[in-house]
């Protein structure tokens, strides 16, 4: 049945009665008598359907706890590193699943996949549950085996030392199927210390996740081509056709295919508009990019909000785009928002629901009231700037420069739009892989890769006589 059916998960609330937990007998793996495990559907925000399971033996007193997430595995895997510092990062909440893996190189240690449930815990948790299992047997080791007790306590203090924070560590989680989240402590501004990554799942993830067969190999991408790719004469007809690739659904995983189309915006540049609509399963997806190169400036364009046409301007906002509305203390990351051709009234409503959606899983019962009441004023400030009832200002900052505002006076000035070009910093230039290309003396580069080589030749020559 699907994850948003309302008979099975029901929306978690104090004042619904009706729901139970489902009882069944199971075997203790620890006594082997006969236990109940609970199992419970819900809705939550965030995962939108989860299912809480809990053991517990009535004979040795043994205990199990887990959570899985009953959404459908998204598009893309979900990749997070988080720099720890502050107290705050370690109190941060953090959702994965049973997928998950996470590494801490500081500390050499890595939990694969598979190997813990899916749980919600915090940063913190995750270290204190290594360390109770580490130190589970330590004074039977001290007796049996001094030698691997006395490094097992070496481990743990350095355990001890990322906890206490006597040094920062980071911390890697990366969940194939895209269920995994660590809080923001302020949803309000750019997270400094977490980056937030998405990817194309590999083969392996694919066959972990039962996407793929066991006996699937990866083919040639010559050998996929089932048809030829259409030939144009210009770059006139090829925006005047559209395209299709055949591709899988991120829904239902049934066959299905992408539609792309070039459009030129006026008085700006072409974009590329990406759709996919499953017959199967019902989903779409829409999505914008950028079809021009990275400008030689990064643009930052300020619009000011004072009329219904200015929330009716039209919008491209690129993936690096950051946004900024400064009358709220709003600052939004670039990577926060995926790339989109909408209006301004379309962009404060995606970046509400956004941080309503993030903001809302974790204000359960524990949360202070304070941070409740900064959220909800907050969302309230954003919707009387969308009803036009609060003057602000929307400063959209695109080092690549391809970020666009409809102008209400093209092709002159607007006086409640303007945009400064600027010269990238060193670190943007770094972010957008400026700084790895090479685009001129290619004979050069190939000269001193030849070299190399034929000194790695000698050196190998002369090691083996």
Request: with cysteine; net charge negative; charged share 30%.
């Amino acid at each position: 049945m699907a994850a948003d059916s309302q008979d099975i998960y029901r929306n978690l609330s104090a004042d619904d009665y009706e729901a139970a937990p489902i009882v069944v007998e199971s075997m203790c793996v620890n006594c082997e008598e006969n236990g109940e495990t609970r199992i419970m559907c819900t809705s939550i925000p965030y995962y939108k359907a989860v299912i809480l399971i809990s053991f517990e033996c009535p004979h040795c007193g043994y205990k199990n706890n887990e959570i899985q997430s009953g959404e459908a595995v998204q598009e893309h895997g979900t990749l997070i590193v988080l720099r720890v510092q502050t107290q705050e990062d370690l109190r941060r909440q953090l959702v994965k699943s049973e997928y998950a893996s996470i590494e801490v190189p500081e500390l050499e240690l890595e939990i694969p996949f598979k190997s813990q449930p899916g749980e919600v815990t915090t940063v913190e948790g995750v270290l204190e549950r290594v360390h109770r299992g580490l130190g589970q047997d330590q004074e039977k080791r001290r007796l049996l085996d001094p030698e691997s007790a006395a490094q097992i306590d070496a481990y743990l203090e350095r355990i001890n030392e990322c906890m206490q924070l006597d040094k920062t560590w980071t911390l890697k989680l990366r969940d194939p199927t895209g269920n995994c989240y660590i809080q923001n402590p302020d949803v309000r501004h750019v997270d400094p210390r977490c980056i937030i990554s998405h990817y194309h799942r590999p083969l392996v993830e694919k066959k972990l996740l039962a996407l793929a067969d066991d006996h699937d190999v990866e083919e040639n991408e010559e050998e996929e081509a089932d048809e030829p790719a259409p030939e144009f004469k210009n770059y006139e007809d090829a925006k005047a056709e559209v395209l299709h690739f055949h591709t899988d659904c991120p829904n239902c995983h049934g066959p299905t295919e992408v539609k792309m189309k070039p459009t030129d915006i006026p008085f700006f540049q072409t974009v590329i508009i990406m759709s996919l609509a499953c017959d199967r399963c019902g989903y779409k997806s829409n999505e914008v990019k950028s079809g021009g190169a990275i400008r030689d400036h990064g643009c930052k364009l300020t619009v000011r909000i004072e009329t219904d046409l200015d929330l009716a301007r039209d919008v491209l906002k690129t993936d690096t785009c950051a946004m900024q509305i400064p009358e709220i203390d709003l600052e939004v990351g670039g990577n926060a928002l995926c790339g989109r051709f909408t209006t301004i009234e379309g962009l404060l409503a995606a970046t509400k629901e956004q941080l309503d959606a993030q903001s809302s899983f974790f204000m359960g019962d524990s949360a202070k009231s304070e941070e409740k009441s900064a959220v909800t004023t907050f969302l309230e400030k954003l919707d009387d700037i969308i009803a036009l009832r609060m003057p602000a200002t929307i400063i959209l900052d695109d080092p690549t420069g391809c970020s666009y505002v409809q102008s209400l006076t093209a092709p002159m000035d607007d006086n409640r739009l303007s945009k400064e070009f600027y010269t990238r910093s060193y670190e943007q230039n770094d972010d957008l892989g400026i700084n790895d290309m090479k685009v001129e003396n290619y004979g050069e580069l190939e000269a001193l890769e030849e070299e190399g080589e034929e000194e790695e030749e000698e050196e190998r020559e002369s090691a083996e006589t």
